[in-house]
């Protein structure tokens, strides 16, 4: 079952790449926590599930990486989402799907460049050390001794 948002954008993961419809599940059961009688009656929490070990959306390097980042949370290699803070269930979905390209977003990012080394000049090693220097003996200048 799949749901596609009255403006029917794709929500998107990173550059063209977006989650696929066809492959996002859907699941819908009542929120937990305070309300009306219209919370007792209307399925708004939604639980939204991505195969994420399956799917064939993503370039090879990205799953690889998802897999490995998310491996904490995923069961038998399935994401999955919750969204119950809205009232609706059509903002829930929205919310979840949001969520979800977030998350996929995230651990699908190339790492961090790695950080070079670089050695601090030494003129302004000096300075620093320079001014430590002054500032103790403006510090202690203030003592309450009297030699």
Known sequence: ???????????????????????????????????????????????????????????????ERALERLAGRLTGGVLTVRASEHRSQWRNRETAAVRMAALLAEATAPPPKARRATRIPRGINERRLREKKQRGDTKRGRSGRWD
């Open 1 to 63: 079952m799949g749901f596609v948002s009255s403006d029917s954008r794709p929500h998107i993961i990173r550059g063209a790449v977006s989650l696929p419809e066809g492959e996002l599940m859907w699941r819908f059961s009542r929120s937990s926590g305070p309300g009306g009688q219209h919370v007792n009656t209307s399925d708004s929490q939604v639980e939204l599930r991505f195969d994420l070990a399956a799917t064939e959306a993503l370039p090879a390097v990205w799953k």
